[in-house]
């Protein structure tokens, strides 16, 4: 698929969200309330400790406002928006168009993130820096890299988000694995709680997974948590699961799309 096709698949998830405008005004307010719950928290918590986890107070609610400004540009709803037109028979009509469908896909997803750029995420930033006590980034070459690192994120979240929806091939319905899919990326890329705080087996295990690169690795970037070689380190790991999840995907829905069987005409 050439970049051209690609963009024009981002235009139309663009123009797509538009017919849902309205519920990302609510949606600041939801950002709103979910940050202060966590705000409220974290201050009971450094009440009686100046440093938790690697963290001081302002560096733990600096991750939690950023974190949550990030995830509401980089989560996406394709995972749904297959799964609805493979179980609706729509998907026999998207697998005759001469393009690679998961790209198509995933460009839909890069549409969104734009969408939910300008609609949500800085309106939702403007509301939660003006009352929370966030520092800024370590300095403007950590931005920088905190801004490509958060372009992985959009890749990881719709290469997986793909997947889970292309498992509707196989299955009857898949409410259970979206809920499924869906906690376990809120918590395994770091927005509940940093990984630093997991129990040293969780954190091994997670740190072999590419969840943490969604939203943990953009935030110790933003921070200046870690080194330059870390950070080399980091950004190479989200290169290769970048570059694997784009060649699953396909693979992926290559085998499985040899089943669908669409009924009608």
Known sequence: MSLRVFAEFARMGFLDMLAYRLRYYTGVANYFISVSVYYFIWKSVFAANPEFGGFRFQE???YVVVGWV?????????DWDLA?????GKISMEMLRPVNLPLSYIG????????RTVLLCFPTALVLLSVFPVQGPRDALHFGVFLLSLLGSVLIVANVNFLVGACAIELTSIQGLLRFKFWMQELLSGLLVPLALFPAPLREISSWLPFEHIGYT???????KISWAQIGRTLLLECFWIVFLLAFSNWFWNRVSRRITIHGG
């Open 70 to 78: 990030i995830r509401s540009m980089y989560f996406n709803n394709i």
């Open 84 to 88: 609805t037109a493979i179980q609706e």
């Open 108 to 115: 839909r997803a890069f549409g969104e993130a734009a969408f």
């Open 60 to 62: 733990i609610i600096t």
């Open 218 to 224: 953009p935030m110790l970037i933003y921070l200046g």
